[in-house]
T-cell receptor, first 110, second 113 residues
């Protein structure tokens, strides 16, 4: 079945440093979504990528979808303490069932 | 606008006791509904999903079951809880026939002692 690998599992950064998390799928995806879960909270949708090679930006966050639609990345520029949380990717291969990565927990040290 | 409710928010249950968690969605019709479990510090494990009333698909065999008695109501149950059932249970929905955004409820934090 479809598998989505996400790395790293944890990332410690100093406030102001950049952060990147990567997702790789074992199969070609129809779309990929990114979610953020704050400590103690529930996952909240950030963005969806659909097109091959797509790049989207939300303020300091940059999301990319690979040309082969099998990988994706989330990059945060100049992290802030408000960026703390776990970031999940979720890939869909055409069914109603998204496959979530295991998430990357971002810890920002002030 | 659409909203999703889950209750209770927190639950502490003894081993061997039954469980019933409820999820309801407002503001949409015929949603796809999902139950996930998240162990502490871990990822999301899909337990069940439903594309319509009475239609339940199980992703992981275990002592949990799900039911969808109404279009916008999704219930997670167990007859006898195990210690390993502890975790954060999340309900989510997507639009009918869509693989788009999953909207998560606030979750139920279950501790089995």
């Amino acid at each position: 079945g479809q598998q989505v690998m996400q790395i790293p599992q944890y990332q410690h950064v100093q406030e102001g440093e950049d952060f990147t998390t990567y997702c790789n799928s074992s199969t070609t995806l129809s779309n990929i979504q990114w979610y953020k879960q704050r400590p103690g909270g529930h996952p909240v949708f950030l963005i969806q990528l659909v097109k091959s090679g797509e790049v989207k930006k939300q303020k300091r966050l940059t999301f990319q979808f690979g040309e082969a639609k099998k990988n994706s990345s989330l990059h945060i520029t100049a992290t802030q303490t408000t960026d703390v949380g776990t970031y999940f990717c979720a890939g869909t291969g055409g069914s109603y069932i998204p496959t979530f990565g295991r998430g990357t927990s971002l810890i920002v040290h002030p | 606008s659409q909203t999703i409710h889950q209750w209770p928010a927190t639950l502490v249950q003894p081993v061997g006791s039954p469980l019933s968690l409820e999820c309801t969605v407002e503001g949409t019709s015929n949603p796809n509904l999902y139950w996930y479990r998240q162990a502490a510090g871990r990822g999301l494990q899909l337990l069940f999903y439903s594309v319509g009333i009475g239609q339940i698909s199980s992703e992981v065999p275990q002592n949990l079951s799900a039911s969808r008695p109404q279009d916008r109501q999704f219930i997670l149950s167990s007859k006898k809880l195990l210690l390993s059932d502890s975790g954060f249970y999340l309900c989510a929905w997507t639009s009918s026939g869509s693989t788009d955004t999953q909207y998560f409820g606030p979750g139920t934090r279950l501790t089995v002692l």
